[in-house]
């Protein structure tokens, strides 16, 4: 009975399951002389379950979870060794005892491979039986024991296309794709010919080693053998050539096949929908439609789900899903989350989140992509409450948020949440590392920057593309200009040169060296090395957006014209955005009138356009002509229309605050941190500072350092002594050890004269490495962008630029400039606060453009910081005095001086 006990020790074994008749008894086990009289069967087996009409009753099991519940008796033991099991006609016996093909089969279907083993040890004490062989090699690789199949295989004497075939196929779904090639190859020189089995094996190691020759040599095979009728062959042709991209070659096959099944049509509609031609997909769709005994299924709903997502097509996505509702699919796994995929690119958060409440089963992919869809609509305590309600985690749930958290610039959360995964034991892979090197570099630290390396070199993967290409970035954003030139420059040979090449060049113009990220990008296209693809097109001219490169930014989109780039969203998506910001919102309205397809992102940069032009009302009147088309707005729509009531002509205040109740009651967005920093400019614009104070203290959710500055710059405009403190004090209490609360404080005390311990905030803030981004103002002329910076003099041209700001100063205080001292915060005399206070990098574009431009031309000029008081009022004065225009875009928007007033109308 002890014995008997320690066969198994799964829940279930196979060995319980077997008649008394073949319970085999294994060497551990006690011999036992036969009794006088057999047992009587066990009563929950009827004797017809025994009869030759029913010779495997094993096969039905029984609800047992205990292998002592059966057949104890010792004289139902029978030894695999004696000669009625080796008697090679087994067919003979299966009246009386199960095949060894029977027991093989319940070692598959119960996950034991001790039976299977034991199988396997009396099969090579008798003569080699191939069919038997076979049965191994097939059970051994459905139990995951590639290297026991192998071994089986190797022992046969005469394999036949089945062994070969069996193995093949085990070899290739297994990772083992080396393998699985040359032993086709071994097949075929022991002149055993393919089947149509063998080449859907071999083609499916060609798929996963996306080896398009000799994909295309076993196509030449398969057609020398006259097989291409046979529709598995063609449809694993099919797939190869769509994983290695040939869409031509999926798509001629298919109309060659005299034959088609629901794969290939799934087949070909997944490989235009891979290639982004989504209209032709729904065509072949329809064409399946047509076909009689064809019904639609899991894959071809998934597949056409996500090309609805990728065009943007609410209709048709809303159709199919109301088909999987039809034909009973809307509960599997597949078609749910390419549902929750469907309505997070073309539905609301509460699409999304109605359809998750109502599935039935949810999966880790189900749970993890309702994470993505709350990240994508910058839902982030949404999107980590159901992390943390996660029944099961993997490494690619934690991927998602920290993705997500990453992508929504919350690096500290990022942080914290890597910590955690570390601290946990969770896999780290190299899309972990990559989102976190792009969190520290949202964080700007020097020092958890380098924490951070020195964690990635530890893995030993700095080779790896993609974290080579976020290390560039996060180099470049906390000012470690160096390192990053060091990794640009000794890269890997085989990693992707344009990623990261986009990479240096945005952190070239990130960090002010504006001509270096040209000239980068120039030399790249000589050497050949730019691909001027999407998403390169898109970089640059967004890069030209942000110089304020107007001549430039015209060539790209000449570019995006003539290769047809511009009908990609995402191409017209940047050249709107790079009009609005090179001073020409003429040029970006004609530009988002005329794309083929705008989606939210397009609407959001018209109205951002007009708000950067202080041009509140034609973004509020965007805002209705969304409303009409029945445009969803998202969180970032809220915001920037907030933002316009900062610059309307008129005291809309009161529309202001009905937008923002609007926005949870009507299109249940809640109002983020952001939206109530916009929020407080608003009241702030308008002088309601005590309304501005009262909303931040009611707030539900705790006010952040954007916030604080919102009411900040509000006081310092409005005057207000009192609330300028607080928001001080709270901002230095937020962000502590952000580099701009350094600032601050060390502003706080230069303005109350304590000149010592803003000289230690200083000390302390080089010492751990924060530094301050300076000031830069810059013209381009001539295609030449010309830099300066405060009391800089390093221009080849810096005498006569001096000279003439000189002339420039005595001719504006003649008609009435007075220089603000009080912007200069260093303890010195107030002679030498006015020499700080003359020579601004804002002061010297200024000069320099009117010395360098025809008369009457305007002079362009950008700023990477805010525009100080005392430097607005005198290029006022300027306009005035030169009678030129000119315009300035600075961090808060375009200003536009001209004689003598300016378009912000002295609020920005």
């Known amino acids: 009975m002890a014995a008997i006990v320690s066969l198994s020790t799964n829940p279930i074994s196979p060995l319980s399951l077997l008649p008394p008749t073949i319970f085999f008894r294994f060497p551990s086990m006690p011999t036992n002389p036969s009794p006088s009289t057999p047992p009587p069967p066990p009563p929950h087996l009827s004797k017809t379950s025994l009869s030759l009409s029913n010779p495997n009753p094993c096969l039905r099991p029984f609800n047992s979870t205990s292998p002592t519940q059966f057949f104890t008796s010792p ?4 030894s695999l060794s004696e000669p009625l099991f080796a008697s090679r006609s087994l067919n003979t016996s299966l009246s009386t005892i199960a095949s060894p093909f029977d027991l093989l089969r319940l070692s598959t279907r119960y996950g034991d491979p001790d039976l299977a083993r034991a199988v396997h040890a009396q099969f090579l004490k008798l003569e080699e039986d191939i069919f038997l062989g076979n ?17 089986v295989f190797s022992g046969l004497s005469c394999p036949n296309v089945v062994s070969y075939t069996a193995l093949i196929s085990g070899f290739s779904k297994s990772d083992w794709e080396d393998e699985a090639v040359e032993l086709f190859f071994a097949m075929l020189d022991s002149g055993i010919e393919p089947n149509e089995y063998t080449f859907v094996a071999i083609l499916t190691a060609c798929i996963r080693n996306m080896d398009y020759q000799l994909g295309s040599q076993v196509h030449g095979i398969v057609v020398k053998l006259g097989l291409l009728s046979c529709v598995f ?5 099919m797939g190869l050539y769509c994983k290695c991209g040939f869409l031509d070659l999926v798509l001629r096959l298919f109309e060659e096949m005299p034959e088609r099944d629901i794969t290939s049509w799934n087949t070909v509609i997944s490989s235009l929908v891979k ?3 989504y209209d032709e997909a729904f065509d072949y769709f329809r064409g399946m439609q047509l076909c009689k005994g064809l019904k639609v299924d899991h894959f071809s709903l998934s597949t056409l789900l996500t090309a609805c997502a990728g065009s943007v097509k609410p209709m048709k996505g809303q159709q199919l899903h109301a088909l999987a509702l039809k034909v009973g699919l809307e509960s599997h796994l597949s078609v749910s989350s390419s549902l929750i995929g469907f309505y997070t690119k073309c539905g609301s958060a509460n699409d999304v989140t109605d359809l998750f409440e109502t599935m039935p089963i949810r999966d880790v992919i189900t749970w993890t992509g309702m ?10 305590d949404s999107a980590v409450e159901v992390f943390n309600k996660m029944p099961k985690r993997n490494c690619i749930s934690y991927n998602a948020v920290l993705a997500g958290l990453s992508r929504n610039d919350d690096g500290s959360r990022a942080l914290e949440l890597f910590i ?5 034991g969770v896999e780290i892979s190299d899309c972990t590392l990559t989102s976190i090197i792009t969190a520290c570099g949202l964080l700007k630290s020097f020092k958890v920057s380098q924490q951070i ?17 976020a290390l560039v970035d996060m180099y470049t954003r906390c000012g470690r200009m160096e390192d990053a030139e060091k990794i640009f420059y000794q890269r890997s040979l085989e990693n992707d040169y344009t990623a990261m090449l986009t990479s240096m060049i945005c952190g070239y113009a990130r960090n002010g060296k504006l001509n270096e990220a040209i000239s980068l990008f120039h030399s790249g296209q000589s050497e050949g090395a730019i691909v001027m693809d999407e998403v390169m097109s898109t970089s640059i001219l967004s890069l030209c957006g942000s110089i304020g490169f107007h001549e430039m930014g015209k060539q790209m989109h000449c570019h995006a014209l003539k290769s047809g780039l511009i009908t990609e969203t995402g191409v017209g998506n940047a050249t709107v955005s790079m009009y609005s910001k090179c001073w020409n919102m003429d040029d970006a309205v004609r530009v988002f009138n005329t794309m083929n397809m705008q989606d939210i992102v397009s609407w959001n940069g018209l109205v951002a356009g007009h708000v950067l032009h202080w041009q509140g009302d034609k973004a509020l009147g965007i805002w209705k002509k969304m409303e009409k088309a029945g445009i969803k707005p998202d969180s970032i729509t809220f915001a920037l229309i907030i933002s316009a009531y900062k610059h309307t002509e008129l005291n809309l205040v009161d529309s202001c605050r009905s937008l923002f109740v609007s926005m949870e009651t009507e299109h249940n967005i809640k109002p983020t941190l952001e939206h109530y920093a916009s929020f407080i400019s608003v009241l702030g614009r308008w002088g309601l500072l005590e309304e501005a104070e009262q909303t931040i203290r009611n707030m539900p959710l705790e006010p952040d350092v954007y916030v604080w500055r919102a009411l900040l710059n509000s006081c310092r405009i409005n005057k207000n002594e009192r609330l300028e403190k607080l928001a001080a004090r709270n901002i230095l209490a937020v962000e502590p050890k952000d580099p701009l609360s350094y600032i601050l404080k060390s502003n706080l005390y230069s303005a109350s004269g304590r000149w010592y311990y803003s000289e230690k905030v200083r000390e302390d803030m080089r010492e751990k490495g924060f530094r301050k981004h300076p000031s830069q103002s810059w013209i381009i002329h001539e295609n030449k962008i010309h830099s300066f910076y405060a009391r800089d003099r390093s221009h080849p041209q810096g005498k006569d630029i001096y000279s003439g700001l000189e002339i420039l100063i005595l001719e504006c205080l003649k008609v009435g400039y007075v220089p ?5 915060l260093q303890e010195v005399e107030e002679r030498q606060k006015k020499e700080f206070l003359f020579y601004h990098s804002g002061k010297l574009a200024a000069t320099f453009g009117i010395l360098m431009t025809k008369p009457g031309k305007p002079i362009q000029i950008v700023k990477n910081v805010r525009l100080c008081g005392d430097c607005h009022n005198f290029l006022k004065y300027v306009s005035i005095v030169t009678r030129r225009k000119i315009l300035l875009r600075d961090t808060s928007g375009f200003h536009w001086f001209i004689d003598g007033q300016c378009s912000c109308t002295d609020y920005w």
Not at 137 to 144: N, R, V
Not at 453 to 469: P, Y
């Open 75 to 78: 004289q139902h033991l029978v």
């Open 135 to 151: 049965a191994l090699i097939s059970a051994y690789l459905k139990l995951g024991l590639v290297r026991d199949a192998d071994k």
């Open 233 to 237: 062959i063609c449809n694993a042709l």
């Open 275 to 277: 290639e982004f031609k």
């Open 371 to 380: 994470i993505t869809s709350y990240m994508e609509f910058g839902m982030l």
């Open 420 to 424: 955690e995964m570390l601290e946990e």
């Open 453 to 469: 390396q020195g964690f990635v070199m530890k893995f030993g993967i700095l080779s790896n593309s993609c974290i080579e290409t």
């Open 820 to 824: 603000d001292t009080s912007f200069v």
